[in-house]
């Protein structure tokens, strides 16, 4: 009898044993799957935006034969580094918290020729009725301390699903070739670690974000004294300039 007893108590643990680790497993695919749908979410942001972005672009050209966005680059925040910064806000990480807290899930960073492209392609994103602007930040006419330049917007866009309408937040950044080349360096060099004459490398970078935000003010100059020279040529050379707006491709 005890040992039937012994063994009908082996069977029960062993299946209760069998339920929590289906159960847990369970518990840990519907969490990944929860990250992998709320990531998907945020992906299909990114291509919202950036359709609007790259229809912009083909307007200006069609508009003026001049593509004012040289390139569209995208990211999704990695899980490391979403886990990361909710930890230094202090905040549990739940999906709810996650898409409150976060602003920069989905990243686009939109580069251009020149100064003033920034701001007409972030007025124009801005205007549509379906984006809606949450903050802006100019570190272009503000720049940071260590000379770093670009303008931030955090915009929400819809985002519509098979049976629901998702309102999801990114971060745009619009800055020109030369403010990114410069970025890219700093970023690169901000986390190497025991640099010999830190301060002196923070001041030659500062030196040359200075003399990167010059020679785009004097691109720009130049590039507007140019548009004022085509607005004084002949008939013949505007019915030129016409008919090479029929061989951009859309």
């Avoid at 910064?85 to 686009?108: C, F, H, S, W, Y």
């Amino acid at each position: 009898m005890e040992e039937k007893y012994t063994l009908a108590h082996k069977r029960i643990t062993a299946s209760l044993e069998h339920f929590n680790l289906v159960s847990q497993a369970n518990d840990m695919l519907d969490a990944v799957l929860d990250y992998k749908n709320m990531m998907m979410v945020y992906s299909c942001a990114i291509k919202e935006i950036r359709t609007k972005l790259e229809i912009l672009d083909t307007e200006f050209a069609n508009r003026v034969s001049r593509n004012p966005i040289s390139s569209i680059h995208t990211r999704l925040k990695s899980q490391t580094s979403i886990i990361e910064k909710m930890e230094r806000k202090g905040i549990p990480v739940t999906r709810d918290n996650v898409e409150q807290n976060l602003n920069d899930i989905a990243g686009l960073r939109v580069i251009c020729s020149y100064i003033d492209d920034i701001y007409q392609i972030a007025d124009a994103l801005v205007r549509q009725d379906d984006i809606e602007l949450l903050e802006k930040k100019d570190y272009i006419r503000n720049p940071k301390p260590n000379g770093y330049r670009s303008l931030h917007l955090i915009v929400t866009v819809p985002v519509f699903l098979s049976d629901e309408k998702k309102i999801v937040k990114a971060e745009v950044q619009i800055r020109t070739i030369a403010m990114d080349f410069w970025a890219s360096l700093e970023h690169g060099i901000k986390y190497k670690k025991n640099v010999p004459q830190a301060e002196s490398l923070i001041a030659e970078l500062k030196e040359c974000a200075d003399t990167i935000a010059a020679t785009d003010q004097t691109m720009m100059h130049i590039r507007s004294r140019m548009d004022e020279v085509r607005e004084e040529e002949t008939d013949l050379d505007k019915l030129y300039e016409k008919l090479k707006r029929f061989d951009i491709q859309f």
